[in-house]
């Protein structure tokens, strides 16, 4: 067992050895001009709820974007959930708003229970639906998104 062990450690001091007089190479190379930078925090595209028109979806499946700034909001939490004062129904202070789809309650609406029930598997809404901002992309690319309205 000692012998055992007095090989295993030497095999390791040695790999380490090997590995620390070996130069550290980057995936992308020397030839890099500068450092990464974050890019610029850039303002949303709607200050406040009802200022701006639904952003059309651009590939079948797409969750709902949010057209409005979500920075002075609550934090989003298991038992608060600020989003749902608003698209819990179809209509908030006389404004249309888009509801909660059906695909996100656990208990739909009825006459009996009106209140519907948010499924605790989709509570967090800015996991799949996020505000936008008006920034070209950070990588060039071709997607081509449908450009005709649902």
Known sequence: MKKTFTKFAVALLLASAVGCAQ???T???D???VADQAPRDMPYQGKRPGELRLIE????????????????YEEITVTENPCLE????NDFKGKKMPRVSNSHL?????TAKPEPV?????????SCH??????????????????SAR
Request: hydrophobic share 35%; with cysteine; glycine share 4%.
């Open 23 to 25: 130069q550290l190479a």
């Open 27 to 29: 995936m992308r190379g």
């Open 31 to 33: 030839d890099v001009p």
């Open 57 to 72: 979806r651009t590939f079948e499946g797409q969750p709902p974007l949010i057209p409005h700034s979500i920075a002075n």
């Open 86 to 89: 608003c698209h819990i129904s």
């Open 106 to 110: 656990a208990v739909l609406p009825t």
């Open 118 to 126: 948010l499924s605790m598997s989709r509570w967090q809404c800015n």
């Open 130 to 147: 996020v505000p936008q901002v008006d920034a070209k992309p950070l990588v060039e690319n071709s997607f081509q998104g449908r450009s």
